[in-house]
């Protein structure tokens, strides 16, 4: 954990009386520049929702818990810096073809459709997949959270 998640965590443990250490600090995406474009989104309030592949906890190929509501998340930017924290409202499991338009929107990608959704998640969800020689498939199970910022650098 480097400092500028202990002190963000601190910062907002002290001014919101959490009694608890309970959280995990992550980037999204895959890259420094995605990390900075999505956590834009979120402080802009455009991102309020992200998905991740079931399979990935269901066989606990990267070592994470799968989301629980009330969960804490230090977002980190593309220099791993905690700029924020999220806390997970709700959690959806549901196919990649029952994704729907607000999900979509609540993504805040992009023009915010299911269309753009769908052309930048296959092929992130593709890519991970590659790595563990998995094929993708519409009938894979995605891990939808919807969160709120509740703290900000």
């Known amino acids: ?7 963000l965590w601190s910062d907002f443990k002290k001014q919101f009386s959490i009694p608890h250490d309970h959280y995990e600090a992550w980037a999204f995406g895959n890259s420094p520049a995605m990390a900075d474009e ?5 402080l802009s309030r455009e991102k309020t929702g992200t998905s991740s592949l079931h399979l990935l906890y269901e066989l606990d190929l990267e070592g994470e818990k799968l989301p629980e509501v009330g969960n804490y998340s230090v ?3 593309g220099n791993d810096q905690a700029q924020a924290i999220i806390c997970t409202k709700v ?13 979509g929107y609540l993504e805040g990608e992009g023009d915010r ?4 959704w769908r052309s930048v998640h296959q092929p992130f969800f593709e ?6 020689e998995l094929p993708f498939s519409e009938d894979m199970l995605i891990v939808y ?4 910022v509740v703290f900000e650098k």
């Open 38 to 42: 999505l956590l834009g989104l979120v």
């Open 1 to 7: 954990m480097n400092q500028s998640v202990l002190t």
């Open 127 to 132: 890519q991970e997949l590659e790595e563990y």
């Open 113 to 116: 459709t299911l269309k753009y």
């Open 145 to 148: 959270e919807l969160f709120e």
């Open 91 to 103: 959690v959806d499991i549901l196919p990649y073809a029952q994704i729907s338009e607000v999900h």
């Open 75 to 77: 977002l980190l930017d």
